[in-house]
């Protein structure tokens, strides 16, 4: 890693410092925003590593967040935050624990977060869902989103052929992206705990029905089910309804071997061009 990279890992970029118990310290990092703002996936990370880190000081076990619901109350910025946790419960097979994200004594983000451990390797019983059919990544198109894009330095993209015309101005009827991601940081392949900003990282599925740039985030809630296996995760995420200002937006992530390893699902405002 390049000296200007230090600090571009996902681990050490929502790394947390313990102040005192429950109490932690961090930096919002730079390079993980969107339009100069720390990126909804990456405060999931952030929100998780003080969770655990809560939990094992109250005596859990447990290795991984299984779920995590955040609310965004305010716009955040890159820099000093601390969050304080309350460990609701520290159980045999599952803890609970909210966490709250505060910048200048202002609630900026708070997180409802269930704990778990997950097994490399362990069978699969069921599912019920099938990996989406994607372009081979060869044949995919390679994001590099714009200057004020920062994830995507982080963060290798590529679209189906067929979620992006809207890069050119052609629209479609429907409200959903394909494609595949590899986490690019430098020091890591995916995770449990990574794929939390892995749920986050697509292109809105707002925009290749003309949305425009702006569709921030209420809620998010992202759920990990399994250890990925290899370096790209194949990635379907769609719009479910849009009415009255609001998308409601979901989110699968399937690893090589098509095995569903996370979701997740948001709330997020959106607009639209005038006249569509």
């Known amino acids: 890693m390049n000296p200007s990279d230090e600090g571009r890992a996902l681990r050490i970029a929502a790394s947390v410092e313990p102040l005192e118990r429950g109490h932690f310290s961090l930096n919002l990092s730079p ?26 000081e109250a005596g859990a076990t447990h290795l991984h967040v299984t779920s995590i619901s955040t609310n965004f109350v305010k716009v955040l910025e890159v820099g000093a935050a601390d969050i304080r946790t309350e460990v609701r419960r520290v159980g045999r097979g599952a803890s609970f624990v909210y ?18 451990t997950l097994h490399e390797g362990s069978l699969l019983r069921y599912q019920d869902l099938e990996a989406p059919h994607v372009t081979p990544l060869e044949e995919c198109r390679q994001s590099t989103g714009s200057d004020d894009i920062n994830i995507i330095r982080v963060l290798e993209l590529r679209l189906d052929p067929s979620s992006t015309g809207w890069w050119s101005g052609e629209l479609s009827s429907r409200g959903e992206v394909l494609g595949w991601l590899r986490l690019d940081d430098g020091d890591a392949s995916w995770t449990p705990w990574s794929l939390l900003f892995a749920g986050d990282a697509l292109p809105p599925a707002t925009f290749p029905l003309g949305s425009s740039g702006w569709v921030p985030t ?11 296996r290899g370096e790209w995760l194949r990635a379907r995420q769609w719009a479910a309804v849009i009415a009255d200002g609001l998308v409601d937006e979901r989110c699968e992530l399937f690893d090589e071997t098509g095995e569903l390893v996370a979701s997740s699902s948001q709330i997020a405002m959106v607009r639209f061009r005038e006249g569509r």
Request: net charge neutral.
């Open 31 to 56: 390079f993980y925003t969107v339009m100069g703002h720390p990126h909804g996936g990456y405060l999931q990370c952030v929100m998780a590593s003080a969770a655990l880190a809560a939990a094992s």
């Open 99 to 116: 966490a709250a994200l505060y910048q200048e004594g202002v609630l900026g983000a708070e997180s409802l977060v269930t704990l778990g």
């Open 218 to 228: 209420l809620q998010l809630t992202s759920r990990v089910s399994r250890v990925p």
